[in-house]
């Protein structure tokens, strides 16, 4: 026996394989996208060397954790929006409200936040970056929504003839409309659960009288 097996202690794990992502380093390569953004740097202008250079950081540890500006411009976008919301899961009402919640104060953000109006702005003319967000940020949370209609559905919270992404579209598109089409609109505090509580009013199961 070896002298570790006489006093009963294992032996030591070998040692983790590959290189571990550091999380400085992602910071330090986020913040500095969004430190040129913020000094009026122009997305198109951005390059890799660049942000390299401001995050103190080579080029080659950006490529290990970002394909190329695409995917490294939709983190910088999301960690500069509001965190994605977790669900409560209690029902459909109160899940409802969480995501429209979130996307509510997303259009806040993006109202009070003169980065990121600019960066949406300049994101929407750049068809790769756009179509970049859309799959990694928009399609995900779409998804989300339809997963909670789907198991409010399953529940017998929603009808079983309602048409989930109509649904969706229904919920989500009266937040959309006041936060992207009319600008000068309110965004108050209650009016996801307004939204919510009206739209399910016209989509619950009837009860028989």
């Known amino acids: 026996m070896s002298p570790a097996s006489n006093h009963g202690t294992a032996a030591p794990a070998p040692p983790a394989r590959g290189r571990p992502r550091s999380e400085a380093a992602e910071r330090a390569i986020l913040d500095g996208a ?22 103190g950081v080579g080029k080659a540890t950006i490529y290990r954790r970002w394909s190329g500006k695409e995917e490294l411009f939709v983190d910088v976008i999301r960690a500069a929006e509001p965190e994605d919301p977790e669900l409560p899961g209690t029902g459909l009402r109160d899940d409802l409200v969480v995501l429209l919640e979130s996307l509510r104060q997303r259009g806040v953000a993006s109202r009070s936040s003169a980065l990121l109006h600019n960066v949406h702005a300049q994101m929407k003319s750049s068809p790769k970056l756009w179509a970049a967000y859309q799959a990694n940020v928009i399609a995900p949370r779409r998804r989300l929504g339809l997963e909670v209609l789907r198991r409010g559905q399953l529940n017998g919270e929603l009808r079983a003839d309602v048409d989930l992404e109509l649904a969706n579209d229904l919920f989500v598109g009266p937040m959309l409309v006041r936060a992207v089409m009319r600008p000068e609109s309110d965004l108050p505090e209650g009016l996801s659960e307004e939204i919510v509580d009206t739209v399910l009013a016209g989509l619950r199961p009837v009860s028989p009288p």
């Open 34 to 55: 969004m430190k040129l953004l913020e000094d009026g740097v122009p997305l198109a202008e951005l390059s890799i060397e660049r942000i390299a250079r401001t995050a």
